[in-house]
């Protein structure tokens, strides 16, 4: 895109755009800054089938997380710097766990250890509301069903990922092989599917789970022994360099 289509753009913007103050959620976010009928034919019906909620019953943080552009840069993020880890995620954790004093026990619910296991502090990252037993009831999260395929063709789409802003029951369709340059002649996807049960992926941003958190928040203030610590831990709706970000933290403060 050219400087003067880039002038264009922003002006356009600035003509359909609505002044909604204060920003109270995901849809005055976007409106503020595209106008309605790119929020309508963009941002609403994807948000409602990936969270099963109106935008405007969403905290304004969810769509925040995505930039409003005026060129033609196609990354999700505008940060300089953007990577995997030089060797995949897989790698980069068997690095990180390959530690005599590490021991890993899968398939295992921790509640049924903890008692056996000598600790002076805990690092705990699942669900901070099961920590407790649910004392105030359940915190809420979004899960997303995987369906891979694999075609013999060399490229499925044009970009590694499309996101479906339409009637499709996904959401988006990942090409990986694009996302590190990797060359075959045949090509595998994957297709997500949001739905209410299963995995806790997504904390559900909204005022009343905030209320509810923060009931579990002070109860955690109050273990002195236990640092809650991640996306579940934290109903906290992180990217993977925030995750690797907060924990380094944690890590300085402790």
Known sequence: MNLQNEIDTAAYYKKVSENRFPVLNSEDVIVNQAGYDLFEKFFK??????????????AASVCGRIPIRTNDDCRYFTDKYQFMPKHGYTKMFEKMLSHLNIEIILDTDYK?????????????????DYFFDYTFGRLPYRSIRFEFENHAVEHYQEAAQINYCDSHAFTRVVEHKKLNNQKSSSTTISKEYPQQNGEEYYPIPTSENKKLFIKYREEAAGIKNVIFCGRLAEYQYYNMDQVVANSLKVYERL
Request: net charge positive; no cysteine.
């Open 45 to 58: 019906s994807f948000t409602i089938k990936q969270w099963n909620l109106e935008p405007k019953e969403l």
């Open 112 to 128: 049924k250890i903890v008692q056996d296991v000598k600790f002076n502090k805990m690092i705990y990252t699942g669900p901070i």
